[in-house]
C-alpha cells in the first residue's frame, strides 16, 4: 500500500483518544457549515480518512441512509468500528485514500481534517471526486494559511523540527504542559471564535487538539489561492469556500453532471 501520510502517528493518537464527545456535533457542524445535519438525510455517505468515526457518527444518526468510512491505521480503524456498531448502515474499512477506486458512488463524499497531512494532496482529492456521484456533493476541510499565522511562524517550526520526532509518549507530556498554559489563557476573554468553542472544551478534549498539532510530519496550511488551485480542472461547480472559524477552510462543491 502507499505510504504516503502521517497515519502511524494518529492511530497513536486515536487509540488513546477514542471516546466520542457531545461537543464533537457542535465542532462538526462548524466544519460542514453552510450545510446543516438535515443535509445528510437518505444520502449515501463514504467517510475518507474516518479516524475514531466521529465525523460518520452525526450524519448517520441524522439519517444518512449508508455510510462506508475507512482509515489507513488498523488501531483506528478498530476504534471506529467500536464508536459506530450502533449503526447497521456503517461499514468501515482499512484502506488507503491513494487506492480507493469507486465511480460515482456516494451522494456525498466528506473528507474532513486528512488532506492537510497528505504527500499528494491532488491525487487523493482527484480520486475523491471520482467517487462522487453526478450531481453529488464533496465536502473538504483543511487548515488555512490565513489566521494561522502567528503559529505558523512560532509553534509550527518546533513541530516540525522537534515534536514530530519525539517519541510519541514524549509529545504527549509535552502537549499535557501546553494544554495547562492553554486552558489559563483561556480564561481570559477570547474573541476568535475557534477560540471560544475551546473555552467549552474539557482538559482532555484541549490536549488531544494540542497533541493533534505537534506530532505530524506532515501539516500544510493552504492559502486561499493555494486550495483553489488545488480543486483547478477538477469536474466541480458551484464551489463554495468558507473561511471557517478564521483559521481554516471549508470546501463545499458539487459534482458536475457528466
Known sequence: MNNKGTQHQFGYEWNLYR???????????HWIAPL???FFQDKTLLDAGCGIGR???W??????????????????????KQNLQQFKNC????????????????DVVMCIGVIHHLADPRQAIENLVQAVKPGGILILWVYAYEGNERYLKWVNPVRTAITSRLPLP???????VLTLLLKAWLLFPQRKP???LLKKMSF???????FDQLLPTIAHYWTKEEVLQMLAGLPLENLQLTHTNKMSWTIIAKKSQQ
Open 19 to 29: 471516546e466520542i464527545l457531545p461537543i464533537y456535533k457542535e465542532q462538526f457542524c
Open 36 to 38: 446543516d445535519l438535515a
Open 55 to 57: 465525523n460518520s457518527y
Open 59 to 80: 450524519p448517520l444518526l441524522a439519517g444518512a441512509k449508508s455510510c462506508y468510512a475507512f482509515d489507513y491505521d488498523q488501531r483506528t480503524v478498530e476504534v471506529a
Open 91 to 106: 461499514t468501515i474499512a482499512f484502506q488507503s485514500i491513494y487506492q480507493i477506486n469507486f465511480n460515482a458512488s456516494f
Open 170 to 176: 514524549i509529545t504527549r507530556i509535552i502537549a499535557k
Open 194 to 196: 475557534y477560540f471560544q
Open 204 to 210: 482532555r478534549h484541549i490536549e488531544s487538539i494540542v
